[in-house]
């Protein structure tokens, strides 16, 4: 009986450890990422790299200025059409939505979130680029505000439902009929939370390459306009870091380092106005 | 009062005139914008039905199962893509859910609130690390580490199975796999610890009053009452690795093949759109492009079904958040 105990704690100490052990390696490899781009990237981020155009490899001296500014035009563009589209659709199904239709909407929001960003890729191709005959900064943003939409929409939802129950029949009590309920109370209360959903759905949004790889395509040049190919640092990295050249590498680390630098503060910012134990949609 | 209070049957409106207010503007507004949501998917699944038609019209269903692909003779096939994709997947979810179950345990069961709130966040930061951003690593990390180390040593143990055969390039179906299990090991860890955390406190202190080690109590009473919730952040995952391109496409090596040995190159439906699209000449090229497009869509939303219904039926049995 003691062996079998003493075998019962034994498995007991084993597998809770290797849970602990699980655990800890996970979250290590958020540091061994933050790691290898620092070393890497650091030396290679300079002024020139936000102020200068690319140049061919063998060349000092080249940056990536026109790829942040065009990141920033088509992830804007993007944000400017789905936040609003994924807000009030969100209100819809928080506050309107009947039994059958509000479900459906649920349920092929979370299916277009669960669409493969390539997929929606070539969905703004057959409807920007192909009519339009050439490529595009706009079929880029249409492709990214696609994957904003439902990740907004749900988040306004959930924060919306977890406004409280009293709020709203304390302004209807008043007289106040819905939409003013909703415009004045309810959404002011929810505010906080439905801020931090956008924030990380435009994150999220921000560091895709793979919807812009035939929408939005490239540029070595500055773009004059969102009717023209247009470089982002996503697609710029991917360029980099597949090529053959040793400078080019170093670019890739350096525009890396950036977008990484960007995604995660917008990030921690976000989850740090959130009040603590509110659970983030997916 | 009693005859005030009985003219307010519901149904009776005081003021009809009121309804035809913002109330009704307000919800139309709000009602065209979740119907875009609709429209957009369905234009989606059109698209890519209408775009894929040369290809759907040439080849038919035998475009799923030939396992040619080659431009010059306009020959198409997508089953080393469809390999590819699955078994890239399948080898990212073997290494991914033993690490991430076993890390949504710890989270749950064993760390203090505190720790656990903090390494949640780090996990939730780990996720939104973009895909290039895991490719760039790879490509100058892994794949030398593949290549010179890791594989030989795998080799020199394994070597006689076929599946650990063959020349070592560094990049391939086993590197793809291993950047994938990295990508999807984030959500498995915070699905299943909601789903674990859903499991009512009675389940714990019965099986602990009853003698069991909490190992025990964790394995036998709360793991098998969390099962479809875990099992739902598997399918999560898997619909996530499936449809995951600019790391995969970085490190798969590229060689539209099948092969058993997982240290060869291969391609993913994801990567060889990526790689392709732009440099596509022709009809029938572009369309059985976008035709690949078409398989992933259907195995990814088949996949998330799969997967919200698993999800759904757990938080809704275990509605005592602990």
Redesign the interface.
Known sequence: MTARNAR??G??IF??G??????F???S??FV?LG??LY?GATSVSLNFFTKLPLPPGQDGGGMANAIVGSAQIVIMATLIGL??????G???A???GKT??F??R??????N???????G??A???IV?PAHHFSALAGSMALS?ML??IT?RSTEQFLLEVPRAMREGSLALGA????T??KVIVPAARKGIMTGMI?GV??IS????PL??TS?NNQYWSTGLSEPTASL?VM??LR??SAYEDW?RQ??AA?LV??AL??LA??AA?MVIS?GA??P? | MATSSATLTPGTTIAPK?RF???E???F??????????L??V??VW??W??SSPAREKFGFSFLASKLWNPVTDQFGAWPFIYGTLVTSVLALLISV??????A???S???TAKLS?A?T?????????????????A???LVPLMRDYVGPAVQNVLGFLPLFSGHIFGVGYLTAGMVLA?MT???I???SR?ALMAVPREQREAALALGA????ST?NAVLPFAKLGIMGSVF?AL?RA?????AV??VIGNDPAIHTSLFAPGYTI?AV??NE??EATGNTYLSA??EL?LV??AL??VI??VA?LMIVLTTKKGSAKA
């Open positions: 019962r704690k498995v007991n597998m809770l290797l849970c602990a052990a699980c655990a390696v996970t979250v490899t958020l990422i290898f781009l890497n609003p589209i994924g807000f009030f659709a209100i819809y199904l506050e309107y939505g239709f509000a459906m909407v349920y092929v929001a979370d299916l277009l669960g669409i493969p960003s390539i997929v929606i070539i969905f191709w057959t409807v192909v696609l939409i439902p929409a009929n819905k939409w003013r909703i415009a990380l994150a999220r560091g895709e390459a793979a790889l035939f395509l996503p990295i991917f870091a597949t590498h890739a680390w890396g977008l990484l995604v995660l990030n921690i989850r603590r659970s983030l997916r | 009121r207010g913002g109330d503007v307000a919800y507004i709000t009602l065209i914008f979740a119907t875009v949501i609709l957009v998917t234009a989606i698209q890519l209408l775009h033993p690490l991430g179950v076993g890390a345990i710890y989270l069961e064993l760390a709130n390494l966040f780090l996990v939730e930061l780990l996720a939104a690390v973009p895909s290039v951003i895991y490719g760039l690593l490509i100058f990390t990295i090991f984030p959500f860890i915070s699905v909601e080690t909490q190992w025990e394995f999560l619909a499936l449809g995951e391109t600019m496409t970085m994801a759109i990526a699209f732009t492009l976008v497009g992933l869509f990814t939303i998330n079904g919200q």
